[in-house]
């Protein structure tokens, strides 16, 4: 795994109107590219997420996995908003040599979106195999298709949405009233709001898995308990994790550019919009997802040309794509052997 860092150093309109000075994109590679380079795959992560895709995608990408330095170049980038390298409030506002903290400006998908097209004209990378993602990645990779037919010739989205519902920006902006709770909050300290995002990291873990998960992981064998249960220890435990990688301004940023997310904006429909995608797409989605639901999936399906479904089975719900990896790595090899006899069929 190699990590590098792009600069760009003109100003960047925002979809909002606002600019941002610069910007650095962090991300790390994988792998050589070949001779026809059509062996290339771009990972888009999830909100916490960062470039090092094989530390929270191992099952699928790294050594002797389906995606593997041997046969691809796999490309992962750290989004703009986050806190992993990439510009975000705590980097340092050129106009000011101050961090940005409160005054980063909103982000969207589509800004984040435009970011990785600089980069990627930057790197004259003219085909890319495979665009994947789950979740907020899976927003960026179906905003990114729908702008850019002709540059992916596969995509594989995974627990994501052609919009961003209801349902899951209220989910969003209650874990954002958790942080505008602490009374830190509005200090700008890159510490602020720390303890309204462990709040905010426990709120989002009750969609992140559901019912099942829990009584399945955190039941007590006792009946005899009146305090210092499972669940209790856990939902701490989470927000603790997090707050020792993460902070409350980047959480804030990138859960509203989540909600932003929306690829009938401007295009008449969402069906309008999916059907300018040209990739042969595959979309899976997990049965006991309760933030990203199977209609959802079954939604975009409905839009793209050249499209195949699967729904998988797992406790975890919206965490399923992150935790099961055994039923993916054989679904997106189902995937491609279908593609390769479509392509035998046809000629």
Not at 299 to 308: A, K, Q, S
């Amino acid at each position: 795994m190699q990590e590098h860092t792009f600069h760009y150093n003109n100003e960047f309109q925002l979809e909002s109107g606002e600019m941002l000075p610069s910007f650095s994109l962090r991300y790390c590679t994988f792998g050589k590219i070949n001779k026809d380079r059509s062996n290339i795959v771009w990972v888009c992560h999830a909100l916490t997420g960062n470039s090092n895709v094989s530390a929270w995608w191992g099952g699928l990408f790294g050594e002797n996995c389906l995606f593997n330095p041997e046969e691809h170049y796999v490309i992962c980038v750290n989004v703009i908003g986050s806190c992993y390298g990439s510009t975000g409030p705590l980097s340092i506002n050129p106009n000011t040599g101050k961090p940005y903290f409160h005054t980063f400006p909103k982000i969207t998908i589509r800004d984040i979106v435009a970011t990785l097209e600089i980069l990627r004209v930057h790197l004259k990378i003219e085909k890319i195999h495979t665009l994947t993602g789950g979740s907020l990645g899976g927003q960026q990779a179906l905003e990114w298709a729908v702008t850019h037919p002709d540059l992916f010739d596969n995509m594989i989205l995974m627990s994501s949405n052609a919009k961003h519902s209801p349902w899951g920006i209220a989910f969003n902006e209650t874990q954002r009233m958790a942080i505008s709770a602490d009374p830190t909050w509005h200090n700008d300290h890159p510490d602020a709001g720390n303890e309204g995002m462990k709040a905010a990291r426990a709120i989002a873990m009750l969609s992140y898995r559901n019912y099942e998960t829990y009584e399945k992981t955190q039941f007590e064998e006792t009946n005899d308990l009146q305090e210092t249960y499972r669940a209790s220890s856990y939902q701490r435990y989470q927000g603790e994790k997090l707050a020792k990688r993460f902070n409350a301004f980047s959480y804030w940023v990138l859960s509203d550019a989540m909600d932003t997310h929306n690829i009938a904006r401007g295009r008449g429909s969402i069906m309008n919009a999916l059907s300018q995608i040209k990739a042969y797409t595959q979309v899976i989605g997990i049965t006991t997802d309760i933030l990203f639901p199977i209609p959802e999936q079954r939604l975009i399906v409905r839009g793209i040309r050249n499209v195949t479904y699967e729904e998988i089975n797992s406790t975890y719900g919206h965490d399923g794509f992150l935790v099961e990896m055994n039923q993916l790595d054989k679904s997106i090899r189902t995937f491609y052997k279908q593609k390769e006899k479509k392509q035998l069929i046809h000629g």
